[in-house]
């Protein structure tokens, strides 16, 4: 008796709470309404249009900066600011200019922290392949807590755009071609940003970029259209941004690109219909960098007042830089072409924005130099970027065990990224703390004193290669070759860091040829005649085709732009206090001619197995296969998977639920943790599905020679799917699971399931 009234006291208490906390959260919305309406009605239209107006002084990452951006701030006209650079004094000097405007409305603040602020981590496409949501959340936590001290409170991240395409050059600040684990990560990316709540004095709003489908530029060029069924959109493309949007992110940055013939900028299919009544989205919209006035380029709008008057229509509340909305809605009111209900909408959640961050009661929040300095770059934020970079790296070939190293080797460290701070970043570290950076060559000294570092190349003397930065000196690389086999002769092994260098990859940064610059790969070939070990070290801000330099090297390590704790990470790794764990997030193509190249594709009416001949979906010259799949990445050990077993294979009904189970076994001689992938397969469906879907993966840590069970538990979610109606549900039939360290080798069973 005594234990069923316990438990029913339990009950009532927990019904209470939620109850309460439902109410509180009424409360405070009712709060909110009162005082933004209150404030609204106090403003002018000028005022109010200057809410939805985002100026930058400074044309770091546009074509250019706001004219006058401080009277502006002064006057009201501009309520919003990002890019902001200088000392901590400048930056709280130009956030203070709002107070001199009538209504003294804070500003906010916003800035590209993109992977990291003063810590750096690995770019965001390294960082996906940790398959550590929980990780990556910590770091847009740190991320936040740096960028708050100094007085930013809103965040252009994260970027979710899914792409397929290596060609562009943004795939670097995304999370690879697969909708689950990009879903997974946003989430994360954005509950870090905000924390639990925006009042809190270290959140900043996170903004998810670029929606929609930036990730699918046609020709891989960046800006280009983006044209797919929504079928496809909403199979693979939207999810990420619709994960964020339910985690509560505050803003969203709309894309460049068009959809359906129809700019995403003035695009009221995709800013209202679906964004905020399907998706119920309550945050607020921003244009990405004058993309309002090139609504006169993508030739929608004849001139930026109709340009504005679409924008807004759409579902657009703030404007970039361009200040069309600013110049025009005063006219587009008078004649009728946009109402005062429009702009009061947009306004309204401008402000609501402002006062969820409690920028009413302290415009400058967290602002505080001196304790930015403490929190910036501290043991614990350097521990969880080296972390970060280790969980990062992948291990794409290791042929003769060259690696780990032993730490008594003489080693001849060569490349122009080995010892170089600035290289360790991308184009969108804007704040990186560059003197903190542990090079590579500082990282492996300190582990192991014999070695010597050569730069050996230059990094291009492609002329075509359209990059700021001296021109290719044949003189100067012949002595650093030179330089480079002399120091190598002498050497045990050699390791040698090629690749990208920063300005390769970003924005604008799109490239019909993906391999390894010539001098580069002049010099591994020479290198390998050698006749020594050679390691390769990969710095790269995208998949790259690897195939022709593969056969000099005899390891491989694909480090990105691995951030402030570069050298520590990757000298645990190389001398094998760590045994890698990176599993590729997107696919590493054969050729250029193979993209757009991905996991998750489709059968087709002909699908092709490689080696045969005939009238199959295949190409006559290159496999169909990639260099790298999906979901690969080596371990200094090696797993073996069992056969998978399943508790059932007849399933029937919404509530059933399959448990997947399969052995992996630690068969070599390290200790390693491998992240085991599990996918799902629907062969036959009302629409043609993709040969298998990443629906779940788990890590497990083995000693050498443990095995351990590992249990999927898939229920109809898993089976789930968007229909030819756009529905989300799943159909009876026989379906089939995979499981397996890569998308490519997997155990296979087979169930079905009936509704
Ligand atoms: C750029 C980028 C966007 C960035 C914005 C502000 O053009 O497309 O990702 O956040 O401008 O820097």
């Keep these: 008796m005594k234990y069923k009234l316990l438990r ?90 709002s107070e001199n405007s009538r209504l003294k409305i804070p500003l906010l603040s916003g800035l590209d922290i993109v992977h990291g602020f003063k810590t750096v981590f690995p770019i965001p496409l390294g960082l996906s392949c940790s398959w550590d949501p929980a990780l990556i959340e910590k770091t847009a936590r740190i991320a936040a807590v740096e960028a708050s001290a100094l007085g930013y409170n809103w965040t252009f991240s994260p970027m979710v755009d899914i792409t ?75 999810p990420p941004y619709k994960a964020a949007v339910d985690a509560g992110a505050g803003s969203i940055m709309v894309s460049f690109n068009d959809i359906e013939g129809i700019p995403a900028t003035s695009n009221k299919w995709l800013l209202t219909d679906l964004l905020r009544k399907e998706w119920g989205f309550k945050g607020f919209v921003v244009s990405d960098f004058n993309g309002i006035q090139e609504l006169m380029n993508h030739g929608v709008a004849a001139d930026l007042k109709e340009a504005a008057e679409l924008s807004l229509t759409a579902g657009v509340d703030m404007d970039m830089v361009s200040e069309a909305l600013i110049a025009s809605l005063k006219q587009s009111v008078k004649d009728g072409h946009v109402s005062m209900d429009q702009i009061n909408a947009a306004c309204r959640r401008v402000l609501e924005a402002k006062y969820k961050l409690g920028l009413f009661t302290n415009p400058y929040r967290n ?3 001196a304790k930015a300095d403490l929190v910036s770059l501290t043991e614990e934020n350097r521990k969880v970027a080296k972390d970060a970079t280790l969980r990062s790296i992948v291990l794409l070939k290791n042929d003769k065990a060259t ?134 070290l990969l710095v790269n801000g995208r998949p790259m085709t690897l195939a022709d330099d593969l056969p000099y090297a005899d390891a491989v390590l694909d480090i990105w732009r691995p951030g402030t704790e570069a050298g520590s990470a990757v000298a645990d790794i190389l001398f094998g206090a760590y045994n890698p764990t990176g599993k590729l997030t997107m696919t590493f193509p054969r050729s250029v001619g193979q993209i757009p190249i991905y996991y998750n594709t489709k059968n087709t009416g002909r699908p092709y197995t490689e080696g045969t001949e005939g009238f199959f979906s295949s190409y006559i010259d290159q496999s169909n296969t990639p260099l790298y799949p999906f979901g690969y990445g080596l371990s200094y050990t090696k797993f073996i998977y069992g056969a998978i077993t399943l508790n059932a294979s007849v399933l029937k009904g919404n509530n059933a639920n399959l448990t997947a189970s399969i052995t992996i076994t630690n068969s070599g ?63 009876s039939g026989t379906f089939l699971v995979y499981i397996g360290g890569n998308s490519q080798s997997c155990e296979k069973a087979e169930f079905v399931w009936k509704k």
């Design 669 to 731: 001689s390290y200790a390693g943790e491998e992240t085991v992938q599990l996918y799902i397969a629907d062969p036959v469906a009302s629409v043609s599905r993709a040969v298998k879907e990443l629906k779940g993966f788990q890590k497990v840590f083995l000693q050498p020679g443990e095995s351990k069970k590992v249990n999927f538990t898939i229920t109809t979610e898993e089976l789930k799917f968007f229909n030819s109606d756009l529905n989300w549900d799943w159909e």
């Design 367 to 369: 602002y505080d130099p």
């Design 164 to 238: 397929r395409d290596p060609r562009w050059g943004r795939v670097m600040e995304g999370s690879g071609e697969d909708p689950y684990l990009g879903s997974l990560i946003a989430r994360a990316m954005v509950k870090g940003y905000q924390g639990s709540d925006l009042n809190d004095d270290t959140s900043l709003i996170a903004c998810v970029k670029h929606f929609a489908l930036y990730g699918a530029p046609e020709a891989g060029r960046d800006y280009n259209t983006a044209d797919m069924s929504r079928l496809t959109m909403y199979q693979y493309y939207l």
């Design 403 to 536: 690696l780990p190293l032993k730490k008594n080797a003489k080693i001849a460290l060569i490349g122009p990224f080995a010892n170089n701070q600035n290289e360790m970043f991308s184009s969108w570290t804007l704040k990186g703390d560059v003197p903190s950076v542990v090079t590579i060559y500082e990282g492996l000294k300190k582990q192991n004193p014999d070695i010597t570092y050569v730069q050996g190349t230059q990094v291009s003397g492609d002329p075509g290669l359209k990059l700021k930065g001296e021109p290719f000196d044949a003189a100067l690389q012949e002595e650093l070759v030179a330089a480079a086999m002399n120091v190598a002769k002498q050497a045990d092994v050699i390791v040698v860091v090629l690749g990208e260098s920063s300005a390769m990859s970003g924005e604008a940064r799109s490239r019909t040829d993906l391999s390894l610059p010539n001098c580069q790969s002049e010099l591994l070939k020479r290198l390998k005649s050698i006749g020594k070990p050679v390691v390769l």
């Design 8 to 97: 029913l006291t339990c009950v009532v208490a927990l019904l209470f709470s939620i109850h309460m906390q439902g109410q509180l959260k009424k409360d405070a919305q009712k709060q909110m309404d009162t005082y933004v309406s209150s404030l609204l009605k106090n403003m002018t239209l000028e005022e109010k249009l200057g809410q939805l107006n985002l100026v930058t002084p400074i044309a770091r990452t546009g074509p250019f900066a706001t004219k006058n951006a401080s009277d502006k701030m002064k006057d009201g006209s501009a309520g919003n600011i990002f890019g902001l650079h200088g000392s901590p004094s400048s930056i709280h000097m130009r956030l203070a200019l």
